[in-house]
């Protein structure tokens, strides 16, 4: 089973700074077969990156996502109070979508 | 509009069993493959189990494998997840999730419904 690990556990940022997210693989995620959701407090998670880069619909073009292998990574060029929040990385290569355990985005 | 919506969460004694569903509405539901993730208070995410467009394929994580069984009603546009043996690490928030292929994103997620498992 491929085990997720993010990085940081908390970020802590201002609105307008930019933000780098980090989450690496124990072994090579087939295809780029890596996903990034955003949750915020009371909602359920909502599909950000697919495929590693691409953006799902109606997401800003400030998140893009990076990487392949075991290295990942998602930006948020400049933070807008909205995008404090918590964020999953998953893989989806194997039939067990496992997910990373969280990077709590918080305002400094 | 694409809608997912658990129900059938309540408060169980621990060895006990429970049948969560979830109705989708606002698309073609047997072109889809269906997921349960659950999310312990306070805790991250934990994918659960897998069934694929016809229900001929299933999946489970190793925490929950042999206790609970995935299924679907294509006619019903529903999901259920059978959850028997329950276990007090088994208290969390199901939801239900789709995705266009066995292995892909999951593009849409319900809002939840929470099981707890106490005596």
């Known amino acids: 089973e491929i085990v997720l690990t993010q990085s940081p556990g908390t970020l802590s940022l201002s609105p307008g700074e930019r933000a780098t997210l980090s989450c690496r693989a124990s072994?090579?995620?087939?295809?780029?077969?890596l996903a990034w959701y955003q949750q915020k407090p009371g909602q359920a998670p909502r599909l950000l990156i697919y495929?590693?880069?691409s953006r799902a619909t109606g997401i800003p073009d400030r998140f893009s996502g990076s990487g392949s292998g075991t290295d990942f990574t998602l930006t948020i060029s400049r933070l807008e109070p909205e995008d404090f929040a918590v964020y999953y990385c998953?893989?989806?290569?194997?039939?067990?979508?496992?997910f990373g355990q969280g990077t709590k985005l918080e305002i400094k | 509009e694409v809608q997912l919506v658990e129900s059938g969460g309540v408060v169980v004694q621990p060895g006990g069993s429970l049948r969560l569903s979830c109705a989708a509405s606002?698309?073609?539901?047997?072109?889809?493959?269906m997921h349960w993730v659950r999310q312990a208070p306070g805790k991250g995410l934990e994918w659960v189990s897998l069934?694929?467009?016809?229900?001929?394929?299933?999946y489970y994580a190793d925490s929950v494998k042999g206790r609970f069984t995935i299924s679907r009603d294509n006619s019903k546009n529903s999901l259920y997840l059978q959850m028997n043996s329950l276990r007090a690490e088994d208290t969390a928030l199901y939801y239900c999730?789709?995705?266009?292929?066995?292995?892909?994103?999951?593009?849409?997620w319900g809002q939840g419904t929470l099981v707890t498992v106490s005596s």
């Open positions: 998953q893989q989806y290569g194997s039939s067990r979508g496992t």
């Open positions: 999730a789709r995705s266009e292929r066995l292995s892909s994103y999951f593009d849409y």
């Open positions: 069934i694929s467009w016809d229900g001929g394929s299933t």
């Open positions: 072994q090579s995620v087939s295809s780029s077969y």
């Open positions: 495929g590693a880069s």
């Open positions: 606002g698309f073609t539901f047997d072109d889809y493959a």
